[in-house]
């Protein structure tokens, strides 16, 4: 799909897709702690805590315990791999402040003036696992203006649960046809296009490190595009 008349909404992932977590948190990782003599593999560190990121959420998922943010997540997450690295006695203060370092992660340099073109034509919102208050803050950190900010703290769930395309959709009146999820996995893209959501994937080949990401999808999509810019482009023409 090239461009739609019908679709007027535009829904993003967050991690990966407009935001450089690894980077940002291994960065963020090193400014704290390396004054304090910690010597580690900060991009480790941060593989370390973005891979217990899916299995802190399954459990909400599953059913078997109730809806809490992303924040709370995160923290159990670090709680939980600082001992891999020999902080098991980091002090709760440099916890806190570490955990904001998801609140604070840099764009990936073609998102901006990307989501500045599109948002002149479409509404923008993210469809994000993080919470209202994380989402807020990568906005002003970023200069993301979006018409609303959409996912798991008003669906009380974690993608790829139908529930949280279907609320976006909803959210703006919009029938799924209408909208259009944009992410660079193809997990969430085949979840939105369940739904009846169309789909977009951008390009993030060194999401997870230098050609660590995916190059393309593994799914069927109505748009594939190497960045944001190709997309804008793309739906433009």
């Known amino acids: 799909m090239a461009k739609s008349p019908t679709v007027k909404a535009l829904f993003f992932d967050m991690f990966g897709t407009l935001v450089d977590f690894r980077s940002g948190v291994a960065r963020a990782a090193e400014q704290l702690l390396a004054p304090r003599g910690v010597v580690l593999d900060w991009g480790a560190f941060a593989d ?10 399954e459990q909400i ?9 992303l924040d709370v997540i995160h923290r159990r997450n670090l709680d939980r791999i600082l001992p891999r690295f020999g902080l098991a ?12 370092a998801w609140h604070r992660l840099d764009a990936w340099p073609d998102v901006p003036p990307a989501l500045a073109r ?18 807020a803050d990568l906005a002003r950190h970023n200069d993301f203006r979006w018409d609303a900010i959409l996912g798991a703290d008003l669906s009380r769930d974690y993608k790829p649960k139908p529930r949280l395309y279907r609320d976006a959709a909803e959210a703006f009146g919009l029938a799924p046809h209408d909208c259009m999820m944009v ?31 995916e190059r393309a999808p593994n799914v069927p999509v109505d748009v594939a595009a190497a960045d944001l810019i190709a997309l804008a482009d793309a739906l433009e023409s």
């Not at 370390?48 to 959420?57: L, S």
């Not at 916890?95 to 904001?100: G, I, K, Y």
């Not at 080949?205 to 660590?212: N, R, T």
Request: glycine fraction near 12%; charge should be positive.
């Open 48 to 57: 370390a805590w973005r891979g217990e990121y899916q299995a802190g959420m």
């Open 61 to 69: 998922r599953a059913g078997h315990e109730a809806y809490v943010r």
């Open 118 to 135: 599109l948002r002149t034509r479409f509404w923008l919102a993210p469809l994000s696992n993080g919470n209202i208050a994380l989402q």
């Open 183 to 213: 992410a660079c996995h193809s997990s969430d893209l085949a979840a939105a296009a369940a739904l009846g959501l169309k789909t977009a994937h951008v390009a993030r080949p060194d999401e997870h490190g230098p050609g660590k990401g």
């Open 89 to 100: 006695g980091l002090d709760e203060a440099t916890r806190a402040e570490l955990n904001l």
